[in-house]
């Protein structure tokens, strides 16, 4: 596997850019691609290694492993490894092929109104379904047992749908 540093990286829109320690072109990288356990996210001056695959836009980083200590603002300026550019407006992503994470992030596609219906409709059986539930369990009728559960599993599943596509 090839290795480089994290020159930048944005946590919000999950992409970012790897320099090659060969001196290769620099690489793209999306959070998908990284494996980590828990949050998938790289810091600036962080080294990595991964493979490369090419895609339309580009070659891409793939399978990226963090393997070790960040390196520090310093560190960077002596490998030659600058900041990325801010670019002077606000570009689209697709604008800049090479760093499609830079300008505003897209807005996030709303769901169709037939799905929000039904996302509203289930919030709306959750918290009757949790209060029956637990107000009969605990008078010790049972059979009552899997409608708690399943308002507690409707919150969870709410819980896991983005608002801002609401």
Do not use: C
Not at 142 to 164: C, K
């Amino acid at each position: 596997m090839a290795e480089g540093t994290v020159t930048a990286y944005d946590a919000e829109a999950g992409w970012g850019v790897i320099v090659p320690d060969d001196g290769g072109p620099r690489l793209r990288v999306h959070q998908v691609e990284i494996l980590t356990h828990g949050y998938q996210v790289l810091e600036r001056g962080e080294r990595v290694a991964y493979a490369v695959e090419q895609d339309d836009d580009g070659p891409l980083a793939t399978a990226v492993t963090p393997l070790g200590p960040i390196l520090t603002e310093d560190e960077l300026a002596r490998l030659g490894l600058v900041p990325e550019p801010q670019p002077a407006s606000s570009p689209s992503a697709g604008d800049d092929p090479a760093l499609p994470f830079l300008g505003e992030p897209a807005e996030p596609a709303k769901f169709p109104t037939p799905v929000r219906a039904v996302i509203a409709l289930v919030g709306l059986a959750a918290l009757p379904s949790m209060v029956i539930g637990m107000i009969q369990v605990a008078n010790g009728h049972e059979e009552w047992l899997p409608l708690l559960i399943s308002g507690v599993i409707m919150l969870l599943v709410l819980e896991r749908i983005p608002h801002e596509r609401w």
